[in-house]
């Protein structure tokens, strides 16, 4: 299988301060495949997906290798990067609506990436994202492109964020906890959402998240992250049957002893389990 992503000798550190984040760290994504990044937090998820994206702000640094279908992201210009971004990487945040601006309606978001990246006309922006957005379950797409972010619930607009990812099919998509900041049963939804994405649409994927139960549900391999290092890495079915590294098991043992205390205060099957 080929690799979509590669990523080799990735150093990160504050240029301000000197301070490394990420000491040396190199990883693959499989073409179709999706790799989940855990660790604590502070460990150096979000850094180093923004590394990718080449989005970290100033002052962070970056050095090494990434090379999206063999293109290395680090030696393209500015402009070559805002090429990529979007269409061919996307980034799905942990709450969308710090990616919509609150003065316009969603709809206008929508067709400026559209148009941007395709240059296609108002009619096929519509109607390329109402059957996105029904095709993940929003209702009335229509009244949502005409509605402003804060008046749509975290939930929903996670949604609109996949529904325009269908619409750019990215060469990858890189999520940062995209359901941590939503109630369980539109983080069930959402969860839900990305795995008919990958079926769909068999695209790849890096997932970040906390939650161990989504983890095993989504991934086909997990990274894990301490301190800026990569203490393991390996197949989804071999990190959580045959742990290697001790924070791994640390790490597992928590999600148990979470799952068992949920299961003593609800009194049922835990959600994460499965
Ligand atoms: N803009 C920044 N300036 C300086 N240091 C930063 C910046 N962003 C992140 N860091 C540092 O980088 C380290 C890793 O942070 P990062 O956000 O990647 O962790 P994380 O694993 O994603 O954690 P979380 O799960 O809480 O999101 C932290 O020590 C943090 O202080």
Redesign the pocket.
Same mark, same amino acid.
């Given at each position: 299988m080929t690799n979509i992503l590669e990523v080799k000798n990735l150093k /990160?550190w504050?240029s !301000?301060n000197e !301070?490394v /984040?990420v000491p040396n760290s190199s990883f693959h994504v499989k073409q179709g495949s999706c790799l989940a990044i855990v =660790? %604590?937090? =502070?460990? =150096? *998820?979000?850094?180093?997906c *923004?590394a990718i994206m080449r989005l970290? *702000?100033a002052?962070?640094r970056q050095s090494g290798d990434i090379l999206l279908r063999g293109i290395n992201l680090m030696e393209l210009s500015e402009q070559e990067m805002r090429k990529k971004r979007g269409k061919q990487l996307c980034m799905i945040l942990q709450s969308s609506m710090r990616a919509f601006d609150p003065s316009c309606v969603v709809g206008v978001h929508l067709q400026e990436t559209l148009v941007e990246h395709f240059g296609w006309s108002r009619e096929e922006i519509t109607t390329k994202m109402k059957n996105a957005m029904e095709s993940v379950r929003l209702k009335n797409p229509i009244e949502v492109m005409n509605t402003y972010p804060h008046q749509l619930s975290g939930g929903m607009l996670q949604r609109v964020m996949i529904a325009l990812t269908i619409v750019l099919e990215p060469d990858i998509i890189i999520a940062? %906890?995209p359901t941590t900041a939503l109630d369980t049963v539109s983080q069930f939804e959402v969860v839900e959402q990305f795995r008919q994405l990958r079926e769909r649409m068999g695209c790849s994927m890096i997932f /970040?998240s906390?939650d161990l139960g989504i983890v095993k549900l989504m991934a086909d391999d997990v990274l894990v992250?301490k301190e =800026?290092e990569i203490v393991e890495n390996g197949t989804t079915q071999a990190i959580f049957s045959e742990p290697q590294h001790t924070y791994t098991r640390y790490l597992l043992s928590t999600k148990l002893a979470l799952n068992q205390h949920f299961k003593r205060i609800m009194g049922g099957v835990s959600v994460a389990e499965g």
């Open positions: /990160i504050d !301000r !301070r /984040i =660790g %604590e937090s =502070g460990s =150096g *998820k979000s850094v180093t *923004k970290n *702000k002052g962070i940062d %906890e /970040i906390h992250m =800026g």
